[in-house]
């Protein structure tokens, strides 16, 4: 990995950059609209936007005079230009590690959260998320393999049904060897 995809990867590893990103996904806004979407303070957005932006993730699309200012409407760029899934493995990981745990710390929050919220709901049917734990023996070469698949699966399906509300989901998928 080059030292710009490894900014891109770590650019798309970060929740509030992937969630900036998913609310221009289909129509340009204002950093003032991104921020009511998100329920931000817009000062908390503008390093991001910026970042996302230099990196070629988000572009003005248009600009627009507001009195003294000038209103930026920002879009994410084609999704084919940048993968939806990275793997930090081997070097980059360790370079990074600190970087990837605060991540990962990010990520792991929200799925709790949004897990007890559905927990608490009254009603079954309107839950959005999903936990699992799954035990098994495994050498460390079949594990490598099982998770190269999952991700796989995850990352090939297209949705063959037409004219249905299609979700974004996030998969944090996380597995270790245990020698007990």
Known sequence: MNNKELEIAKSLFNLQRIRILQAVKEKEKTVKEIAEILNEKPSRLYYHVHQLEDLGLLEVVREKQVGNLIQKYYKSVDKDRFPDEFTFTGKEAYDNADYIISQLYAFIDEAL????????????????????????????????????????????????????????????????????
């Not at 949705?159 to 060897?177: A, D, F, P, Q």
């Open 113 to 180: 959260s949004k897990i007890y919220t559905d927990l608490n709901k009254k009603d079954y049917r309107k839950v959005s998320s999903e936990a699992s734990i799954i035990n098994v023996q495994l050498t460390k070469d079949e594990w490598r393999e099982v998770n190269k698949k999952i991700r796989e699966v995850i990352s090939t399906r297209n949705s063959e049904e037409k004219g249905v509300k299609e979700w974004n989901v996030r998969y944090i998928i996380m597995s270790y060897l245990d020698d007990l």
